[in-house]
């Protein structure tokens, strides 16, 4: 499995994973990366000096004069044609460069070979791999995007229902995912690793819990996943398994889907796979039996206002449901 | 002069000695009747001003309530103080009270107050319109506040972006609230900033030239100018969305055509020069008054004054900033960043203005002072990083993270309510004759400057860090959660500082030394008057000679000649409510104005709009029609020609008594 793989590259170092401002991990961000740098250091001095200059001109000593008597002599005129004729240039020079920058990260330097349909749902993501011109090969997952190390991907942004954004911070600024329009973003991870995203428009309850992961990966790897990700998944002749799938058919199938079964939905995220994944809710929860049962039953207490209801399971039917789930690998 | 009309009449000149016989009736003529009558009827611009700050900063606290409720639950990870639905609406309301109905109208209340006095005039041009403006920003405030206690606040955003804010996605009356309120509210702020800009045109006094107006009133000119652009958009917005709601329309409905984007254009069109009418007042508070405790005039006048306008201007053409990652065009989000960062340089020059008035001046550490020089860094700090933000690759990183919480509340904060809380303590005296206490204030000051800092700063590491913004909660494992219960500490120092400063208000209006005309030794107008002002604002009309009125023997003291400033003597108007009109440039006598009395009527046609628009929000047509009516025959009312305005021919009275 590419999973195992990958699971142990995983960017844990600094604990904020959305940090953009100390990490970028490809050319579609580093160009940014520096330019924040520049910025904030230009910044920072632009304010110690004025708040230098400020205090200076507050604390520095004159001459006891009565209240009554205001001061003279010097217009301050110069003051406005020095401060003013000093930032222009600085302005300028930062502003050429950050329209070079632009240039940089606006596209990529190579066309990308791979397109990733991404449709932004109320609260997760929907990922289509659908640029193969063979369609057997292609396939739907959610919340993980898996890509290729090294090379530039192109991704399709649309939305089913509201305006959200699509930001992997480290390894790309935003674009706006809006209903009616298709728009464009390119990413590029030079490291394996995972890359956390994160949905960054307010769009309604649960905006907070609209999470994804890039998980980048060799050439090879990544191969291996999409064939497998493409194939219908084995389930193995098992009664609890078959009590479970009917359970699934029952109560999940009008919103989720599974390929190679009835359930269809179209509403919620592909499960085929299910278990390839390392998060599930859309990155609120780590994938595993536990939390998924607790997800299932407990979804509104989770995200509460998600789509996904919190559904009631005896206790027999949560074993059955949980070992047909445990078959989508 | 064979052309004037045969009631014409050049008023005679000379003084009015306060307890005058004629100035006891010129006060008569002007004073407002007492009790509730007065108080629904007056339409002095004093009592207008006053009551747009007070209920501005009502508005401030219950933004602040808010603001305070929300970091409780973002204090610490995966709390539930608060659900989902119910820390939207608080986000929602938060960004809706401060910036609609605190941000600008505690500006119009310092402009209502003092632009007259400060010009020399005795009312703004239209004082009824001056009155029903007020009323509908209050009922508009509590329109807009309506649905709150049930749950059902707008809870889309401030910027309400569709479809979010669509009937598919929000089938409650939250929305409509929202789009009706900011309709009525946008009729306010039109009359208003309508107001204001003829003022500035007819009402200064003789001699108070285009170049000798203080930088309040630029600021306070250039945002009406630019509210009278930009609140047509929208306004217009709000009303489509309504129409989509409402009545199945398809401006932004992208199954049948429409394109959500057009939403984002249209609010930002106008949300962007907002953004500056909300803080050019203020910085003109600052240009005013900071330079009374440096001892000097203004470094700068002319290049401040210019840079005001050309920071408007240019806040017309960077509305795109906001809009950098919706999929525009590199090269067109160029053009918008470029434009952007250029505001910088107008805005450097008002720094630079600053300080240079501080070092070549002499300060004197009074409170107001400490307001001023802390907003001056508070400023440059949220100048900068507007900067940032303007670069559009680095926006695209930083836009919707707390970098840019951070950002907006040094400009809305740093650039607004600081100089707002510098211009009460400094203009307290002249609303009240009492001063504000200075040792206390010291220490407010204080506390509300480093709560600030404490509270706000850490919010650009937040979102460096990568904290997107209205998230009603976070994990733990993120790496947010010093910062954010840093910032909820500082949020309620903040808010100490804010309760201290009110604590100060009430007990200086009953116990606080009494002020004087002057204490301050101002240089403007509004200083030459009793504190607080009479109702006549000036029992002679002043003949202004410079920016600096009642400096002019010290600033002159090389050619006296020029001190030619005249304050208690002057053209004698007291032939009912008079006051006198002045050429648009030269500020030349031009023509004597019948003021309106008192009246009902401004605050009928508040009544009945705000009826009309909550008839229509809960599509009681027949009640819609019945409140028109209602607002017809107000407005009837209102319009109804009157003898004392010389709309129509005056009773038959005793020959030579009115015409000179």
């Not at chain 2, 003109?284 to 700068?300: E, K, N, Q, Y």
């Not at chain 2, 508070?378 to 690759?393: E, H, K, Q, R, Y």
Request: with cysteine; hydrophobic share 50%; proline share 7%.
């Amino acid at each position: 499995m590419p999973l195992a793989g990958v699971a142990s590259q995983v960017h844990v170092g600094d604990g904020a994973p959305l940090n953009y401002f100390l990490h970028a991990a490809g050319p579609a961000a580093g160009p940014t990366l520096r330019l924040d740098w520049v910025f904030t250091a230009i910044c920072v001095a632009v304010c110690v000096i004025v708040g230098g200059l400020l205090s200076a001109a507050i604390l520095r000593r004159r001459p006891d004069v009565p209240l009554h008597q205001l001061a003279h002599g010097t217009s301050g005129l110069r003051w406005i044609v020095i401060g003013a004729g000093l930032s222009v240039p600085v302005l300028v020079a930062m502003l050429v460069y950050a329209l070079f920058t632009l240039n940089q990260v606006a596209t990529p330097a190579e066309t990308p070979a791979l397109t990733i349909t991404v449709t932004a749902y109320d609260w997760w993501w929907k990922v289509a791999y659908d640029d193969a011109p063979d369609a057997s090969a292609h396939f739907v997952t959610a919340n993980e995007i898996h890509i290729p190390t090294g090379e530039p991907v192109r991704f399709k942004l649309k939305s089913a229902d509201v305006i959200h954004t699509f930001w992997v911070p480290r390894l790309a600024g935003k674009t706006q995912a809006i209903p009616g329009q298709t728009n464009e973003q390119w990413l590029q991870a030079d490291a394996p690793g995972v890359y956390r995203g994160q949905c960054s428009q307010f769009c309604g309850a649960q905006h907070a819990h609209m999470a994804f992961e890039v998980i980048a990966e060799s050439r090879a790897d990544f191969a291996a996943w999409s064939a497998e990700q493409a194939r219908a998944p084995d389930m193995p002749n098992d009664a609890a398994v078959t009590a479970g799938k009917a359970l699934f058919l029952d109560k999940c199938a009008g919103c989720h889907a599974i390929r190679g079964t009835d359930a269809q939905g179209a509403q919620a995220p592909d499960l085929t796979h299910l278990n390839s994944r390392r998060l599930i809710a859309a990155g609120t929860l780590s994938n595993t039996a536990q939390n998924q049962l607790a997800w299932i039953t407990g979804a509104q207490r989770i995200k509460p206002d998600s789509l996904m209801p919190s559904i009631a399971l005896q206790r027999d039917e949560a074993a059955s449901l949980s070992a047909y789930l445990a078959t989508l690998k | 002069m064979s052309d004037l009309p045969s009631d014409a009449r050049f008023p005679e000149s000379g003084r009015m000695p306060p307890g005058s016989a004629r100035q006891i009736r010129l006060a008569g003529i002007w004073e407002a009747p007492p009790g509730l009558r007065g108080w629904v009827s007056t339409v002095d611009h004093k009592s207008i001003g006053l009551r747009y700050l007070v209920t501005a900063f009502v508005f401030l606290l219950m933004g602040g309530v808010e603001a305070l409720i929300m970091r409780v639950q973002l204090a610490r990870p995966d709390a539930t103080v608060l659900t989902p639905e119910q820390y939207s609406q608080l986000f929602t309301m938060h960004g809706v009270t401060m910036i609609f109905l605190y941000a600008l109208p505690v500006l119009s209340g310092f402009s209502n107050y003092l632009w007259p006095l400060i010009l020399g005039a005795r009312d703004m041009a239209f004082p009824r319109l001056n009155a029903l403006s007020y009323w509908l920003f209050l009922f508009a405030g509590i329109f807009l506040y309506s649905s709150f206690p049930f749950g059902q606040a707008p809870n889309a955003g401030w910027f309400n972006y569709v479809p979010l804010s669509g009937l598919e996605y929000n089938t409650g009356p939250n929305i409509d609230i929202y789009a009706l309120g900011m309709v009525l509210l946008g009729a306010s702020t039109t009359v208003g900033s309508a107001n204001f800009v003829v003022t500035l045109i007819r009402m200064r006094a003789p001699g108070m030239s285009i170049d000798r107006v203080p930088v309040l009133v630029w600021g306070t000119l250039t945002a009406s100018g630019g509210n009278l652009l930009a609140v047509p958009a929208v306004s217009l917005a709000f009303f489509l969305l309504w129409l989509d709601r409402q009545f199945g329309t398809h401006f932004f409905d992208v199954l049948n055509g429409g394109r959500p984007l057009l939403w984002q254009h249209l609010f930002w069109m106008f949300a962007h020069p907002w953004v500056y009418a909300v803080v050019l007042p203020a910085m003109g508070i600052v240009s005013d008054a900071l330079p009374v405790f440096c001892r000097r005039p203004l470094v700068g006048y002319t290049p401040v004054a210019l840079s005001t306008v050309a920071t408007m201007v240019i806040g017309f053409i960077v509305w795109i900033h906001h809009m950098f990652a919706t999929g525009i065009p590199a090269l067109a989000l160029a053009f918008f960043g470029s434009a952007s960062m250029v505001i910088a340089i107008p805005s450097a020059v008002a720094t630079f203005a600053w300080i240079a008035t501080i070092w070549t001046g002499r300060p004197v550490f009074k409170v107001p002072f400490l307001y001023f020089a802390g907003f001056v860094l508070l400023f440059v700090i949220g100048g900068v990083s507007g900067v940032m933000t303007a670069a559009v690759p680095l926006d695209w990183q930083l836009n919707d993270t707390y970098f840019v919480v951070a950002h907006l509340h040094y400009v809305l904060l740093g650039i607004n309510v600081f100089p707002v809380i510098g211009g009460v303590v400094f203009w307290f005296p002249k609303f009240t004759g009492r001063l504000m206490s200075e040792r206390f204030g010291k220490l407010t000051f204080w506390v509300l400057f480093i709560g600030f800092n404490l509270g706000f700063f850490p919010m650009h590491i937040a979102g460096l860090l990568g904290m997107p913004r209205r998230i009603y909660t976070y994990s733990g494992d993120m790496g947010w959660n010093t910062v954010n219960m840093i910032t909820s500490i500082g949020s309620f120092v903040f808010a100490a500082g804010v309760l201290m400063f009110l604590a100060d208000l009430l007990w200086s209006y009953k116990r606080g030394p009494v002020a004087g005309d002057n204490p301050w030794d101002a240089p403007t107008l509004e200083w030459s008057v009793s504190s607080p002002p009479p109702p006549y604002n000036f029992a002679t009309i002043p003949v202004v000679e410079s920016g600096h009125p009642l400096w002019e023997e010290r600033l002159f003291h090389d050619d006296p000649s020029r001190a030619r400033t005249q304050l208690d003597e002057g053209l004698i108007l007291d032939h009912g409510r008079e006051a006198l009109a002045t050429r648009a440039l030269d500020g030349r006598p031009d023509a004597i104005l019948k003021m309106p009395g008192d009246s009902y009527a401004p605050f009928l046609v508040g009544l009945f709009s705000t009826l009309i628009f909550a008839a229509m929000l809960l599509h009681v047509w027949w009640l819609a029609l019945a409140m028109l009516a209602g607002f017809a025959v107000s407005l009837t009312a209102w319009m109804w020609p009157e003898a004392p305005l010389g709309q129509r021919e005056p009773k038959r009275e005793p020959r030579g008594e009115t015409l000179g």
